[in-house]
Nanobody, 125 residues
Framework: QVQLVESGGGLVQPGGSLRLSCAASGFTLDYYAIGWFRQAPGKEREGVSCISSSDGSTYYADSVKGRFTISRDNAKNTVYLQMNSLQPEDTAVYYC??????????????????WGKGTLVTVSS
């Protein structure tokens, strides 16, 4: 059974950091690009970052560039999203998904085949 499970969300103060994990089971992450999306209340799901399966190249949305870092550990079948300098506008449910990653054009939800159930990140003082 193909499954993606996110973890690492929680409550953090503005300026703080969190590291999200996306663990895969039932398939090997090596063959898939992995993306992180987020959805805030009342807003559409937006692409945050993705990492390719081939050479590990990455894409970041402008809103998180310089603050978030995506990485993958194929041996652990896990992808991480290190989030620094968090701000209240980063508050959202964060989802990881397996699909494709265009480091130039960005990422759209329809390009992803498998999704986790999400982990909530709340940035508040």
């Amino acid at each position: 059974q193909v499954q993606l499970v996110e973890s690492g969300g929680g409550l953090v103060q503005p300026g703080g950091s969190l590291r999200l994990s996306c663990a895969a089971s039932g398939f090997t992450l090596d063959y898939y690009a992995i993306g992180w999306f987020r959805q805030a209340p009342g807003k559409e799901r937006e692409g945050v970052s993705c990492i390719s399966s081939s050479d590990g190249s990455t894409y970041y949305a402008d809103s998180v560039k310089g603050r978030f870092t995506i990485s993958r550990d194929n041996a652990k079948n896990t992808v991480y999203l290190q989030m620094n300098s968090l701000q209240p506008e980063d508050t959202a449910v964060y989802y990881c998904a397996a699909g494709s990653c265009d480091v130039v054009a960005g990422m759209e939800p329809y390009e992803y085949d498998y999704w986790g159930k999400g982990t909530l990140v709340t940035v508040s003082s």
